[in-house]
């Protein structure tokens, strides 16, 4: 004679209840949620207006010191991740402020780092003992566990925009930090040291590999702006992306950073690029220009110094009011490495 129901039912909860007690837990009560049919990460597609933000921004250079901070960031939350300081599962993203004549102290962590330029010119970040002068669209790479600060010894304020795998070190339990004990590295290079060695399609005869990383740490905008512009003249624009490209390592031709891809791409004026979708959640900024963006069934409109983000798997397609550059980062590098990157072209 079978059990009835309610009794099952009772007997299944004693069984589970003396499995937690036990560290244990039935697979098949969590299989669907834990192996799901496609990406399912809760990420939600959301947009900060540059305005808004740098108001706030500000508001906090006159509220604290960047001696207190450290580091005097505004961390852009996901909102499915309040709290957390994501803006994606996997990255991080904030907006840094430096005010004319201040320093932040030189450090280093296990957390890979880029700076993307968006206001202000003549302020520097050091790496490794060379500094580079930041430009309004200049991507900047500060590798795992290299020792940088920064400083501003112009009239206006710089900002920009910083992208960390922060939440990927954290579930990896990685994270180190070290203070220099002092406020500025020292110099040991000239500026644009990096640059002639590493980015004019030539290396150093001796040089021997060392670490993931690109061993050029600015790659400056006018450069890129300059590639973009060549595609345009010499062929058509891809139907999903425009012109876009990535940043390299010129020794690898890999990624230029081992966790984080950094591309560009060039929107031509009236276009609107084909749906498609990747594994890969990705944050944007738009460097020029104006347009928008649908993601799913949310439409952003963006402008110059934006910054929205699209989640893994959601549909993605932009149109550009004009000429549009946007600067967007993503996990790939690591999805590829262990074989989960996919993307869809859709029609």
């Known amino acids: 004679m079978s059990a009835r129901p309610d009794e099952t039912a009772s007997r299944r909860q004693e069984f589970y209840d003396r499995l937690a007690q036990r560290n244990l837990s039935p697979l098949w009560l969590s299989l669907a949620a834990l192996v799901t049919k496609q990406p399912s990460s809760g990420c939600k597609a959301a947009v900060w207006r540059y305005p808004e933000t740098r108001a706030l921004l500000m508001e906090a250079g006159g509220l604290v010191s960047v001696e207190e901070a450290e580091r005097r ?12 300081s994501r803006i994606t599962t996997s ?11 201040e320093r932040a102290r030189s450090h280093r962590h296990t957390q890979s780092a880029l700076r993307f330029v968006l206001e202000g010119t003549g302020a520097y970040t050091a790496v490794g003992g060379e500094r580079t002068v930041m430009h309004p669209g200049d ?35 990685a994270s180190f930090m070290e ?30 590999a060392s670490g993931l990383t690109s061993p050029i740490f600015s790659y400056p905008y006018s450069r890129t702006r300059e ?35 950094t591309f560009m791409q060039l929107l031509p004026r009236g276009l609107a690029t084909q749906p498609y979708r990747s594994t890969d959640a990705t944050v944007f900024t738009p ?61």
């Open 227 to 261: 590639a973009l512009e060549t595609l345009r003249r010499n062929g058509d624009p891809d139907p999903c992306h425009g012109y876009k490209m990535r940043f390299v390592n010129p020794v690898t031709g890999g990624f230029a950073m081992p966790t984080i891809a």
């Open 139 to 173: 991507f900047i790479i500060t590798p795992s566990w290299e020792w940088h600060d920064h400083g501003n010894d112009t009239p206006d304020p710089v900002i920009w925009l910083d992208g960390l795998d922060i939440p990927l070190v954290q579930a990896l339990d």
């Open 287 to 347: 460097v020029e220009g104006e347009g928008r963006t649908h993601i799913g069934d949310i439409v952003i409109e963006w402008s110059a110094r934006d910054v929205f983000v699209a989640p893994s798997w959601a549909t993605v397609r932009h149109e550009a009011t004009g000429d549009a550059v946007l600067f967007s980062f993503s996990d790939r590098p690591v999805q590829q490495a262990t074989g989960l990157f996919r993307e869809e072209r859709l029609s």
């Open 73 to 84: 960031v505004l961390v852009l939350e996901n909102p499915a991740f309040a709290g957390q």
């Open 91 to 101: 990255l991080y993203a904030g907006l840094q402020l430096v005010l004319p004549g």
């Open 179 to 208: 203070h220099l004990g002092a406020v500025e590295q020292p110099v040991t290079r000239p500026v644009g040291d990096s640059l002639a060695r590493y980015g004019s399609n030539l290396l150093p005869v001796d040089h021997r």
